[in-house]
């Protein structure tokens, strides 16, 4: 069998725009198969395949940033980021954050610091005791059917089908338009510049800069390594 070689190097506009549409036209397709899954009793594979559903959100944020990068070592991080999934399963965290009255963009920066990467490193877990029975701590045995309830694969599933569906397709002028302002640096300034661009563009409703101004407002006024999808 022939190896696929894994890809590392730059990505145009449109090339990224069909890979951000590819991992949202299969977040869709896992999500849809984790809630029959979960009718059917089947919670521990239900939640696996949510999180996974979650992963392949998680991509856009990182092709953004691989879009925008302005080095070649920017464009090998981004790579080890797309491919390492606790950096693209910070999604799960939301509710979390959602009860603590998050509201502003900057207020979610810690989904990539290392405070959560604990808890990014369980949600991995989780979607792997979904999947197989294990020996874990002290020689105990991981069974899926017992780790995985009823409770957690609901939470995971509504999550993973709501974030779904309100993602839309990327086009390739929205990603030139991006790598254009956010290229000297992930700013508020050159976020809302965007914005006013992709307005002035025609490709969102004239209240689409408005209201990042108000989500994204913040004293430093830096938005560094937030998600951006």
């Known amino acids: 069998m022939r190896v696929v070689q894994q890809y590392k190097g730059r990505l145009s506009p449109a090339h990224a725009a069909n890979g951000m549409n590819a991992a949202i036209a299969n977040a869709k397709r896992l999500a849809d198969d984790a809630k029959l899954l979960l009718g059917a009793g ?22 953004r940033g691989l879009v925008a990068a302005n080095s ?78 009823k409770k957690l694969a609901t939470l995971l599933v509504s999550l993973a089908g709501a974030l779904s569906e309100s993602n839309e397709p990327v086009s390739a002028e929205e990603l ?31 209240n689409y800069a408005e209201e990042m101004r108000r989500f994204t407002s913040t004293r430093s006024g830096t938005i560094d390594e937030l998600p951006i999808v």
């Open 42 to 63: 089947r919670y521990p594979s239900a939640s696996s395949l949510a999180i996974l559903s979650l992963e392949e959100q998680g991509k856009s944020a990182i092709l």
């Open 72 to 149: 070649e070592a920017a464009v090998q991080e981004a790579w080890q980021q797309y491919r390492r999934h606790t950096e693209k399963n910070y999604l799960a965290l939301l509710p979390d954050r959602i009860r603590k009255g998050v509201s502003q963009l900057h207020e979610l920066s810690d989904l990539f610091s290392q405070s959560t990467e604990a808890e990014r490193t369980t949600f991995d877990a989780i979607k792997q005791l979904g999947f197989y029975s294990d020996c874990c701590g002290d020689a105990h045995w991981s069974v899926p059917s017992e780790v995985v309830d």
């Open 176 to 206: 030139e338009l991006w790598r254009s302002h956010m290229s000297s640096g992930m700013t508020r300034e050159n976020l809302l510049r965007w914005c006013d661009a992709m307005v002035a563009a025609g490709l969102k409703k004239l």
